[in-house]
Structures are given as structure tokens and as C-alpha cells.
């Protein structure tokens, strides 16, 4: 949710750049530590940096591999999808209406600095300082939470001033981390910035922005030890320096690298590499506030001229599994039976409704991130060949993730957006629910009336008529074209064969899983 998901918005976010752009923090004890020997050392060569390091901030899925790493959530989504206990151990609603939930938190937890996690920190980071601060991302997931009665330091009840069913998913997502109240408030928000802790696997010790991040395990962690100690991640934007580096032994996984890779890895002795779908979906985001995009047999065209099929052979191997909805294949808000097919021809019909065709060429904005996701712009530039076939002419540019946050949040998306929509928990509330909300900031289909809809969905406590309800509202929306639906994202990851790893349907990249195998 997707969940490909600003920091307090981009001022705030470049003002905190000032503080650590071009320069290296580190703790004092990382930064008089003796470099380990290569056994104890994971390189891993990403795609992207994190634009803040406050994860409460941002709805960032590319970064969730880093927050991970030295973040916690209060629950965890495992590789099949299902909540699992991590700082809170226990969980219980105490009412038929789904309003309030019990918590218990683990009572041996502790944040980088030592200092014990306790129930304050954890209504700090839900409650108290996303309500001073209302453009921090956390309120987009919890913004019915209506107050956190602490009865301890490990006990507390969240109050939901409406019925939030879906509440606990929302506990181990995107931003749901427990940040130390203490710390945060002495240091303020650049010093966190400048020198982030939290209570996770492991602790920054050193950070370059744009470049790299250097972890070491945080012996008190309360889960198993990491068995890998330290962790370097390389931000190589470019997929085929990724690939270099790995053959090159300069790193020791490679994260997200081209699908035409993955075979010929595969046949080298000492590497490995796989492809899988996994819990996101691309979509081309449509902005409603861009005049062309009013039209709904435009929007209606620009669907039905995308051969899926054609573009998951072409670029995934045909891993990739076309879709007709806003939900991966198979899960609860999946429609049985309901296909948007491909058909040139009805394409062409629809545009010629809008006043346009290869007499008149529809003239539109697209944009594109290169090598962020798996073949990203490859995608882009097959979908422009398709759109010209009935009359399209769109302008294709690449963007930086970081960007199309910033257009995004403001509104000022100025075209059609080639996206990967992250959904961790599989939910459908995160997908239709979340993707077509007029509300939230990173939402582009700014139709009023939906919020009425999404609204008594998310308080619906029958589970049959909520899914039910969501599969309603996700083929309503492929009939409208509001969002485009593509394709199951893929994620693909190489690694030497002594890197013992696991792939999650989150696509997490989690090193404190990892061990060397020889």
C-alpha cells in the first residue's frame, strides 16, 4: 500500500536535508568501531534512499526495508500476509463495534539510547504528535483514532471515534512505528533527523544522503540477535550498477534488478536470483484536476488501448499477472470473473466520444521513475507506443519518486502517473480504499462523493459486506477509469549463494532475517 508511500511536507523535508546532506553522522561508538571482517558484513546494493528519516513522515514503500531495520512496528505482516505479535504481544477488541482495541506491549523492549519503550511512547507516535502536526503521514491511516488510555506502561486501549475494523493491519503498515517521545522531544525534530534511533534490529552509525547507510546490530534488541552484524546499504539508483556490483563482489545482494538479469545470474556458480509477485500492483494514477482527465471516455480509452498481457511477456516473463481491479489476483477485493480486456478498437470508439483520434491527437502528460521499479520505463515507453496506435500522443518524462511525492501532495500532478501501489496487508481497504480517498494527500482522483463511500466501508463490521462492498467499489472505479489497473508488481533480488535469505509478498528486504550460509 502499497504502500509506494513527504516529510511534514517538502519544506520540512528540505530543511532537514540541510542538517545531514553531504555530510556523515555517526554515534560515537560506530564511528571509533573497527571495520568487521567480511563475514560479518552485509553489503546490499538499493534503489533509493529514504527522503526522511522520521517513517512516520512519509508513506514510502521503497524505504520500508531501511524503517525496518532500525524502526519497529507494533505488529508485523509475515511473508503470508498475516499479522503477527512483535512490540505488542496481545490485542483484543473490547467491543462488537470494532471502536475499541486493548493493547499490551512487550515489557523488555528499549529504543538505541537504552531507554525503555514504553505505552507513552506509543500514544506519542499515534496520538499526540500526529494531532499537532496534521501533515504527517500517519494521520491518513489513523485519523479516527480518537484517543489512547494508557492503564500502564505495557496496557493501553485505542478509542476510534468511528468503527475501524481494519485498525490492527493499520498497526503493522506503513508509518506505524513507535518513535522514542524522550529522545525526540530533547534533540527536536533536525536533531532526529540528523541522528535518528529507534528500537529495531539495528542502530545507525553511520549515513551519507544519497549514498549510503551503515547499520550495526543493537545488542538489546528483544528479538533474535541479528546474525549479521553489520549491514551497509549502497543507494545505487541505476538497476544495471546494482547487477555490476553484485558480479563484482562489491556487494552481496542486489535489490530490484532488471527481469533480463535474472536468468543470466542464475547461471553463475557463485549467485543466485529470483523473481515473484508479490503484494503491490502498478496503476496509472489519473489526476482529476488535469482537464483532459474530466473526460471519461478518455480515461475509458487510455484503458482499454494497453494490451497487459503483451507488456508482462515482454518485460516480466509473464510473472507479472494482468489485472482488471485495484487488488492483486486472488485476494479479498479481487472481482470473480470481471476482465478489462485489451480491444483496440473500442479504444478508438471511446476517443473518437471525446473528440479526438489520429486526426486529432489527444496531447497528454506521462510520467515515469526509471529503474525504481522492475522495468518501470520500459513499461512507460510501451504504453506510449500503444496510446499513439488510437491517437495519443504522450509526452513521456522521468521522474524521481521523491517528485511525484512532492506533485502528488500538492496536487499538481500534471499527467498520467505510471505507479506501484504498496498493500502490505493485502486488505482491500488499502488498495480501492486508500488509492481513491479525495482526502488523503497522495490520492490524485479527487471525487468528493467517494469519501461517503470509503467512509461506511471502513466502518462496515461485517466482514462478508465490507469485502463485498470493496469489490463493488473497485470494479465501479475500473468502469469509471478513475485508476487504471495494470499489473501484479514484481520484485527481484540477486545475492550470492552464501547469503541465506528469505523473500517476503511485503517485498521487505529484512537483513536481521539473513545469515551467511557457509
Known amino acids: 500500500m502499497i504502500h509506494a508511500w513527504w516529510v511534514r511536507g517538502v519544506g520540512r523535508t528540505l530543511a532537514s536535508c540541510l542538517v545531514v546532506c553531504g555530510t556523515l553522522f555517526a554515534t560515537s561508538a560506530g564511528a571509533q568501531a573497527d571495520k568487521p571482517a567480511p563475514s560479518e558484513e552485509l553489503k546490499i546494493a538499493y534503489p533509493v534512499d529514504v527522503p526522511s528519516w522520521d517513517p512516520t513522515a512519509v508513506t514510502f514503500p521503497a524505504g520500508q526495508s531501511l524503517y525496518k531495520a532500525v524502526f519497529d512496528s507494533p505488529l508485523f505482516i509475515d511473508g503470508d500476509l498475516k499479522l503477527q ?59 479516527a483514532l480518537q484517543d489512547i488510555q494508557i492503564s500502564s506502561p505495557t496496557e493501553a486501549t485505542l478509542v476510534f471515534s468511528t468503527p475501524t475494523p481494519t485498525a490492527p493491519n493499520y498497526l503493522g503498515f506503513l508509518t506505524s512505528y513507535i518513535l522514542p517521545r524522550a529522545y525526540l522531544e530533547k534533540v527536536g525534530e533536525d536533531g532526529f533527523q540528523a541522528a ?141 470473473g470481471f476482465n478489462y480486456a485489451f480491444d483496440k478498437a473500442a479504444a478508438q470508439a471511446e476517443l473518437a466520444k471525446a473528440g479526438y483520434g489520429p486526426d486529432k491527437p489527444l496531447k497528454i502528460q506521462f510520467l515515469s521513475t526509471n529503474n525504481t521499479f522492475p522495468s518501470d520505463y520500459e513499461m512507460a515507453r510501451a504504453i506510449v507506443q500503444m496510446w499513439s496506435q488510437i491517437g495519443v500522443q504522450a509526452n513521456l518524462q522521468e521522474i524521481t519518486l521523491a517528485k511525484y511525492l512532492e506533485l502528488s ?36 482522483w479527487k471525487e468528493p462523493e467517494l469519501a461517503k463511500t470509503i467512509d461506511a466501508l471502513a466502518a462496515q463490521g461485517d466482514p462478508d459486506k465490507r469485502m463485498q462492498g470493496y469489490r463493488d467499489l473497485a470494479r465501479q472505479a475500473t468502469e469509471h477509469a478513475w485508476s487504471l489497473p495494470l499489473l501484479q508488481s514484481v520484485a527481484t533480488v540477486a545475492s550470492k549463494k552464501s547469503v541465506d535469505m528469505k523473500v517476503y509478498q511485503t517485498g521487505y528486504i529484512l537483513p536481521a532475517t539473513y545469515r551467511w550460509s557457509r
Open 409 to 444: 501532495h500538492s496536487s499538481k500532478v500534471p499527467g498520467v502517473m505510471l505507479y506501484s501501489w504498496a498493500n502490505a496487508t493485502g486488505d482491500p481497504e488499502i488498495f480501492a480504499g486508500k488509492i481513491l480517498d479525495p482526502r488523503l494527500r497522495f490520492s490524485t
Open 85 to 143: 505479535p512483535a512490540l505488542i504481544k496481545s490485542w483484543r477488541w473490547l467491543d462488537d463495534k470494532n471502536m475499541r482495541l486493548a493493547i499490551v506491549l512487550r515489557d523488555d523492549a528499549t529504543f538505541h539510547d537504552g531507554s525503555k519503550l514504553s505505552t507513552d511512547d506509543f500514544k506519542f507516535s499515534f496520538l499526540d504528535r500526529p494531532k499537532r502536526d496534521k501533515r504527517l503521514a500517519i494521520n491518513g491511516f489513523f485519523g
Open 196 to 336: 535518528p534511533i529507534g528500537a529495531g534490529p539495528y542502530k545507525v552509525v553511520r549515513y551519507e544522503r544519497g549514498s549510503r547507510v551503515v547499520l550495526e546490530a543493537y545488542d538489546k534488541y528483544w528479538g533474535p540477535k541479528p546474525a549479521i552484524k553489520r549491514v551497509v546499504f549502497e543507494f545505487v539508483p541505476d538497476s544495471s550498477a546494482r547487477v555490476a556490483m553484485l558480479e563484482s563482489g562489491r556487494a552481496d545482494v542486489a535489490v530490484q534488478i532488471p527481469l533480463r538479469e535474472v536468468n543470466r545470474l542464475n547461471k553463475q556458480p557463485a549467485l543466485k536470483a529470483e523473481v515473484y509477485p508479490y503484494s503491490e500492483i502498478f496503476i496509472l494514477q489519473i489526476p482529476s484536476y488535469v482537464p483532459e482527465f474530466q473526460n471519461e471516455h478518455v480515461r475509458r480509452a487510455l484503458h482499454l488501448a494497453i494490451n497487459k498481457q503483451a507488456i508482462s511477456k515482454a518485460f516480466y516473463a509473464s510473472v507479472a499477472k494482468p489485472l482488471s481491479v485495484l487488488a492483486t489476483p486472488g485476494s479479498a477485493g479481487d472481482v470473480a
